[in-house]
């Protein structure tokens, strides 16, 4: 689960229930306190309205026939995407209007409805095939007042995943969202139902076109990398949750065999269900690894390559010292620009804010030296600079027992360049030892 979904423990029933009284009639009598039985659909669906009615200010109508959304896990994907895209935001930039696309949104529209509710500068357009569902979502954005930040678009069947009609609405949209049906036929469905030997925890409502693709979750979202390519750069962040492993690592693959090396993972995990959510881009923006990547040893093949890298100075103490290092350094490079993320107002004792670094050209490494010399005794232009370079050094730090290491990390930003990224990195932590390590008689520190 989300570190920050406030639903990581059951709620307390009876306490949602005085909330919203409709929740009452469905409390049974539980080992500690009470609970809902989640085979009954109606208890189920009350629950969720009730939750969203309490938590979120939401007022949502469901009907009988069509998925009803667990709160919970469909939290988990706003707030992950909340992280994509405070970590690819520009600096300054934290409070300009975000605008989303919801694929296949349902009859709850539950994604838009929460992702306005919990980010004021969010809207989205959220696309429906199903016309009753689509009816039912305009009437649960209606009933909210969202209709100014969420638009419908009715979807044809067959055509594209992503219609030209939202870019009629906006040119550029910065991410895409979808939970897309997980079976490609019946058969696999009943498939899946008797391989659970206690059957499942929760009634499942859904309708065929809820639960069923052509060639299942991996068909569809490999439909949406296939279309991504061809979008480019129209979305910053193209994403969508998947139901089996399997299709992560299907997925996984084929963006890795498109060259598509920009993406990152997240994994959801709510008592026995278990989630993924696979994003990729084909800007030049990065994410950290505490965005991109999870933890959980037996998927790290799958994860992508590493954005953020440390540097350590274990003789370091002084967190002071280390800032007044990497600052000289950073001002003695040709080409490089650096601004701080954080106040002003840091001690030396305190440590000191993250630095926002730009680099216009490469102009550190030998290679980058030598041409230059050469441009200048040949009177010639050095050439086409090297793609620009973003990234953001902050102080962390360890403790080892009595010993405390502080390091630097380096979080790509934003670049095409991988090697020119870890150039720089190099360069500037192999420059900052060398300067801690100098007398203070020639720097002073």
Same mark, same amino acid.
């Given at each position: 689960?989300?570190?920050?979904?406030?639903?990581?423990?059951?709620?307390?029933?009876?306490?949602?229930?005085?909330?919203?009284?409709?929740?009452?009639?469905?409390?049974?009598?539980?080992?500690?306190?009470?609970? $809902?039985?989640?085979?009954?659909?109606?208890?189920?669906?009350?629950?969720?309205?009730?939750?969203?009615?309490?938590?979120?200010?939401?007022?949502?109508?469901?009907?009988?026939?069509?998925?009803?959304?667990?709160?919970?896990?469909?939290?988990?994907?706003? /707030?992950?995407?909340?992280?994509?895209?405070?970590?690819?935001?520009?600096?300054? !930039?934290?409070?300009?209007?975000?605008?989303?696309?919801?694929?296949?949104?349902?009859?709850?529209?539950?994604?838009?409805? #929460? @992702?306005?509710?919990?980010?004021?500068?969010?809207?989205?357009?959220?696309?429906? $095939?199903?016309?009753?569902?689509?009816?039912?979502?305009?009437?649960?954005?209606?009933?909210?007042?969202?209709? @100014?930040?969420?638009?419908?678009?009715?979807?044809?069947?067959?055509?594209?995943?992503?219609?030209?009609?939202?870019?009629? %609405?906006?040119?550029? $949209?910065?991410?895409?969202?979808?939970?897309?049906?997980?079976?490609?036929?019946?058969?696999?469905?009943?498939?899946?139902?008797?391989?659970?030997?206690?059957?499942?925890?929760?009634?499942?409502?859904?309708?065929?076109?809820?639960?069923?693709?052509? !060639?299942?979750?991996?068909?569809?979202?490999?439909?949406?990398?296939?279309?991504?390519?061809?979008?480019?750069?129209?979305?910053?962040?193209?994403?969508?949750?998947?139901?089996?492993?399997?299709?992560?690592?299907?997925?996984?693959?084929?963006?890795?065999?498109?060259?598509?090396?920009?993406? *990152?993972?997240?994994?959801?995990?709510?008592?026995?269900?278990?989630?993924?959510? %696979?994003?990729?881009?084909?800007?030049?923006?990065?994410?950290?690894? &505490?965005? *991109?990547?999870?933890?959980?040893?037996?998927?790290?093949?799958?994860?992508?390559?590493?954005?953020? /890298?440390?540097?350590?100075? !274990? &003789?370091?103490?002084?967190? @002071?010292?280390?800032?007044?290092?990497?600052?000289?350094?950073?001002?003695?490079?040709?080409?490089?620009?650096?601004?701080?993320? #954080?106040?002003?107002?840091?001690?030396?004792?305190? @440590?000191?804010?993250?630095?926002?670094?730009?680099?216009?050209?490469?102009?550190?490494?030998?290679?980058?030296?030598?041409?230059?010399?050469?441009?200048?005794?040949?009177?010639?232009?050095?050439?086409?600079?090297?793609?620009?370079?973003?990234?953001?050094?902050?102080?962390?730090?360890?403790?080892?027992?009595?010993? *405390?290491?502080?390091? /630097?990390?380096?979080?790509?930003?934003?670049?095409?360049?991988?090697?020119?990224?870890?150039?720089?990195?190099?360069?500037?932590?192999?420059?900052?030892?060398?300067?801690?390590? &100098?007398?203070?008689?020639?720097?002073?520190?």
């Amino acid at each position: 689960m989300h570190p920050r979904n406030p639903y990581q423990a059951p709620p307390d029933f009876l306490a949602l229930a005085e909330n919203y009284p409709a929740l009452k009639p469905h409390l049974v009598k539980a080992a500690v306190g009470y609970s $809902i039985d989640f085979h009954d659909s109606n208890a189920q669906r009350c629950l969720t309205q009730a939750l969203l009615h309490r938590d979120f200010s939401l007022k949502l109508s469901v009907p009988e026939d069509r998925l009803c959304p667990p709160v919970s896990n469909r939290l988990n994907y706003i /707030l992950w995407l909340q992280d994509v895209m405070t970590s690819s935001c520009p600096v300054g !930039g934290e409070t300009r209007t975000v605008t989303g696309v919801d694929i296949g949104t349902g009859a709850s529209a539950i994604y838009p409805l #929460l @992702g306005c509710r919990t980010n004021q500068h969010w809207q989205f357009i959220a696309t429906e $095939i199903d016309v009753h569902s689509l009816e039912c979502a305009q009437t649960n954005i209606f009933q909210n007042g969202l209709q @100014g930040r969420i638009r419908m678009i009715q979807a044809v069947p067959g055509g594209r995943i992503f219609p030209p009609a939202i870019f009629d %609405i906006h040119s550029h $949209i910065d991410f895409t969202m979808c939970n897309p049906p997980f079976y490609g036929d019946k058969e696999e469905v009943l498939r899946s139902a008797e391989a659970k030997e206690i059957g499942p925890s929760a009634v499942c409502t859904g309708a065929d076109t809820e639960m069923i693709t052509p !060639g299942g979750e991996v068909a569809f979202v490999g439909e949406m990398v296939a279309e991504s390519t061809t979008l480019t750069t129209r979305s910053r962040w193209y994403s969508s949750m998947l139901g089996k492993l399997s299709s992560l690592t299907a997925i996984v693959q084929l963006l890795r065999d498109r060259q598509i090396d920009n993406y *990152a993972i997240a994994e959801f995990v709510q008592g026995k269900t278990r989630r993924w959510a %696979i994003a990729w881009s084909l800007t030049n923006e990065r994410l950290p690894d &505490s965005v *991109a990547r999870i933890t959980n040893p037996t998927l790290q093949s799958m994860m992508p390559p590493r954005n953020s /890298l440390k540097h350590p100075f !274990g &003789s370091v103490h002084s967190p @002071g010292r280390l800032r007044n290092a990497l600052h000289h350094v950073l001002a003695n490079i040709e080409g490089v620009t650096f601004e701080q993320t #954080l106040p002003e107002n840091v001690t030396q004792d305190q @440590g000191f804010p993250g630095i926002l670094v730009h680099a216009s050209s490469n102009t550190w490494s030998r290679a980058a030296r030598r041409r230059k010399k050469l441009a200048v005794k040949s009177g010639l232009s050095p050439g086409r600079p090297i793609p620009t370079l973003s990234c953001r050094i902050q102080k962390t730090s360890t403790n080892d027992g009595d010993t *405390a290491q502080m390091s /630097l990390e380096f979080q790509w930003v934003r670049g095409a360049d991988r090697g020119l990224f870890e150039s720089f990195m190099s360069h500037v932590s192999r420059k900052v030892d060398a300067a801690l390590k &100098s007398s203070e008689d020639t720097m002073v520190l």
